[in-house]
């Protein structure tokens, strides 16, 4: 197979007896999306804490093409080339949806230390924001504080400040929750074209979306990997589909 | 009119009132009313390093009087070695302005990058607490201090002196402070202008988004706190001279209050937010205390009042929520 961009080797972490990820092993190759699934509780919050370096491992180590990301804090995760977005929608909210982007973009430079010329002047910023935008389809909205965004708005915005940093791989968090059947059919086709450009790892409730998108699946349950493979493969596992699938299959 | 209009006037207005009115005391012969407004522009410039740390970066500091008092003890121990002819560490001391604020304000920031790094590790009441208890030990330190008036304080015999000005005349004096104040404003507004403001406040904000895209919190928020330590400090330092004393009251906790009470009333991390709230708390003072002792009482009220229906403070009010683009 390709290179691995993003590989989990042996993650382990526990919260006093409770093994929240027990030796988890994932590898994220080039090109594609990579789904990660599991009952409530399984431990996806925190294998993605774990990713995103939020939360210290016990045990195990992430590696980002090749090199051992396992110490370095989040800012620094990000800066390497990890582009997540949130469960949860997690913007700036005072700043319009172009700020958003731009703040972003700045990031991505890493020139934040720069106390001079101002930041609504600084026309590559601002350009490069506009065209992100453009492709999310939030073009007419750029000037919308991002509190004042609609929910599906602001799951466009997270993919757009997720887009601005360029990143090697993205970490994508529920990107459908909570978005209606059309804006799901609209994201799904958008992630399949994404792949292209970085592989995505993602985390996701919504089962249609994921049989849809995904090249590869693991099953997570109670913190371990119980199975990982094609769609067909997952749909096809009988330990995945007493411990998961079967209520909503059946 | 837009709000972004509105607050450019009411700036404006503002900065021009600060002016006209001691004017019109010099021209009208009212050196008490000078003083004051000398003391309100030094109030503000304090206030605006405040409104660094605490105003676009969320970081609320109950100990910046400490800063304040670092200042202070700066221009009044230069000026006492002036005085006396002696030395201090090996350098004479100075009755200039220029390389007392310089002095100030490199202290300041030493002091306030090592507070700053203790005790931006921790945010909420823990961060409130540690500083207060770095204010408090400069006070209990200075207190403890015989060499520089211990309790007493420490006068200072000839006011520090500023080249081509004469600065024992008040309205000399309020030029200087008027014009350190607005060149501290025009640093606030290109700060919050620039990249680095643009970090701050979304670390306020949003501190987990903005370490998932790259930007390190810490460091961000220390070089805003040393930034803002070093304003106050300049202030400070002015504020010594303005009194021609320093006293460990400089760093009392209570003058720590002080400088968060003048952003809450002027309004929290609004350009002229210092400016306002330094006058409305010099102004009821001037006029409450007048009249009654517990003038404290009525601006406790007034307070409540801005806090309960006004967050955004005076600008707020008038100019309505902050743009930020």
């Known amino acids: 197979m390709a290179d691995p961009v993003l590989d989990l080797r042996g993650l382990s972490k526990s919260f006093g007896a409770l093994k929240a990820t027990d030796d988890v092993s994932l590898t994220l190759y080039k090109g594609e999306i990579h789904a990660l699934i599991g009952p409530n509780g399984a431990g996806k919050s925190t294998l993605m804490g774990l990713i995103s370096g939020k939360t210290a491992p016990d045990a195990g180590q992430v590696m980002l093409n090749g090199a051992d990301i396992t110490t370095l804090s989040v800012a620094r995760r990000a800066r390497a080339g990890l582009g997540r977005s949130f469960q949860v929608s997690s913007l700036i909210p005072d700043y319009s949806a172009l700020r958003n982007v731009m703040l972003a973009l700045q990031a991505r430079q890493g020139h934040s230390y720069r106390f001079l010329r101002p930041v609504n002047h600084d026309a590559p910023l601002r350009d490069g924001a506009r065209a992100l935008l453009a492709r999310v389809g939030l073009a007419p909205r750029a000037s919308v504080e991002a509190a004042m965004l609609s929910h599906g708005e602001r799951r466009l915005l997270e993919i757009a400040v997720a887009l601005a940093l360029a990143p090697k791989c993205f970490l994508l968090d529920e990107p459908m929750a909570g978005l209606g059947a059309e804006g799901t059919a609209r994201l799904v086709t958008f992630l399949r074209a994404l792949k292209q450009e970085a592989p995505i790892l993602l985390i996701e409730h919504d089962m249609d979306a994921v049989f849809q998108l995904a090249d590869r699946i693991s099953v997570l349950v109670y913190g371990r990997i119980i199975a990982t493979g094609s769609a067909a493969e997952i749909r096809a596992n009988p330990q995945v589909r007493a411990v998961y699938l079967g209520e909503e299959t059946a | ?325």
């Not at chain 2, 009411?10 to 600060?18: F, I, K, Q, S, Y």
């Not at chain 2, 009470?261 to 010099?282: M, N």
């Not at chain 2, 009654?292 to 009010?317: D, M, N, P, S």
Request: aromatic share 12%; net charge positive.
């Open chain 2, 1 to 325: 009119m837009d709000n972004l209009r509105k607050e450019w006037l009411l700036n404006a207005l503002l900065a021009g009132a600060l002016f006209a009115v001691p004017l019109w005391a010099w021209m009208a012969n009212e050196p008490f009313i000078i003083t004051l407004a000398t003391r309100i522009a030094i109030l503000a410039i304090a206030a605006v390093g405040l409104n660094i740390a605490l105003g676009l970066g969320g970081m609320v500091s109950f100990g910046h009087a400490l800063y304040l008092g670092v200042g202070g003890y700066v221009a009044g121990i230069a000026a006492y070695h002036a005085f006396n002819g002696t030395t201090v560490m090996g350098l004479p001391g100075t009755n200039q302005m220029l390389p007392i604020w310089g002095v100030a304000m490199v202290v300041s920031g030493l002091v306030a990058g090592i507070v700053g790094a203790l005790s931006l590790r921790t945010s909420g009441i823990f961060f409130i607490m540690i500083t207060l208890a770095f204010a408090q030990m400069g006070f209990f330190f200075t207190l403890s201090w015989p060499a520089y008036g211990g309790e007493d304080g420490l006068p200072i015999f000839m006011r520090n002196q500023f080249p081509g000005l004469n600065t024992a005349r008040p309205w000399e004096l309020f030029l200087v402070a008027y014009g350190v104040l607005l060149v501290t404003l025009a640093l606030f507004a290109m700060l919050r202008a620039a990249r680095f403001g643009a970090a701050l406040m979304a670390i306020r904000q949003n501190p987990d988004r903005a370490a998932a895209i790259g930007i390190s919190p810490f460091g961000i928020k220390l070089v805003a706190f040393v930034l803002s330590g070093m304003i106050t400090g300049l202030a400070g330092a002015m504020m010594a001279d303005l009194t021609r004393f320093v006293s460990p009251a400089m760093m009392a906790w209570t003058m720590s209050g002080e400088l968060i009470v003048i952003i809450i009333l002027g309004g929290v991390g609004r350009l002229f937010g210092p400016v306002a709230g330094a006058a409305i708390l010099v102004g009821f003072e001037v006029f409450f205390g007048g009249l009654t002792e517990h003038w404290k009482l009525w601006l406790g009220l007034v307070l409540l009042a801005v806090v309960l229906f006004a967050r955004g403070g005076l600008i707020g009010l008038i100019a309505g929520r902050a743009q930020n683009g």
